[in-house]
């Protein structure tokens, strides 16, 4: 079946807004002898992001400075990501995160993969335009030129923004199925090259047709088979997209859950993933967590991060008190 899940976030557009105030705050916090990080946590992990940027722009206006290099020279380390990364346009976070991914010292292919596995039509084409007015280039040359293989072409792929929308076609399923499950048992260059095609490009409830034609004709769930026949980032960049068809929300909490337990607390993808999601479905993402790891999300941040850095996370994932 395929369901519309109510999405939600944990970061709402705060009532009686005035964003001259808390830039006002903001100023006095960054300008002390010591800076007040708890005026910067409670004013930017409480405001959405269209609030931020007007609070931005009141304080260009008011001390003739720009508040991001502001936020930079004060701060440091993980805390400082966390409210410079609140900062940006959802696009243009994204965008800036690819460009590190790509042109940092090393790849980081799971940051390339949970951005561009997981984005709409519309969020690719912003992030695309973000990408060209940051960094003077093009994302899909950055991509082509930085990565390799099926990897690259799949991502290449994604990066296009083109999957059908809406459209569903129960005798095509039955096809792309077949298809699928050769692409499965035969491996050749081809293969893999029809199996990316179909799972870039097809509708979202086309490929849940797909998904349960496939399991009809192999006896075998389609995440299980890509992991049985492709290994590497390929593999993983075609289970997160199935991941991400099916259920976003669970795709980022079984992300969380790695991030915090398998590599002990890889915090660029904990930040990325709690500002990227934090207006969209964080607070969906908490509830899968809570779900699948019996843990909540907010119980596990507090357990592995600490400090001003710590109080920031926390407030984006906006616990309950049962998570304490």
Known sequence: CFF?????GTILPAPNFNPIMDAQLLGGALQGISCEKDV????????CNSQ?????EAYRDMYGRDLITDLKENLSHHFKEVMVGLMYPPASYDAHELWHALKGVDIEEKCLIDILASRSNMEIFQMKEAYLMQYNTD?????DSETS????????NLAQGTRMEGYADPSAAAQDAMILWEACQQKTGEHKNM????????SHQQLWMVFQEFQNISGQDIVDAINECYDGYFQELLVAIVLCIRDKPSYFAYRLYNA????????KTVIRILIARSEIDLMNIRQR????????????????????????????????????
Do not use: P, V, W
């Not at 850095?309 to 998570?323: M, R, V």
């Open 149 to 156: 293989g099926h990897f690259r072409d799949t991502l290449m």
């Open 260 to 267: 915090i337990h398998d590599f002990g607390f890889h915090n």
């Open 139 to 143: 994302l899909q040359q950055d991509i």
């Open 289 to 324: 967590y809570k779900e699948r790891y019996g843990k909540s999300l907010f119980h596990d941040i507090k357990h592995f991060a600490s400090g001003h850095y710590e109080s920031a996370l926390l407030a984006i994932c906006a616990g309950d008190t049962e998570d304490y």
């Open 4 to 8: 519309i899940l109510q999405t939600q």
């Open 195 to 202: 199996l990316q095609m179909i799972l870039c490009n097809r």
């Open 52 to 56: 931020r940027l007007m609070i931005a």
């Open 40 to 47: 910067l946590i409670d004013i930017l992990t409480q405001r």
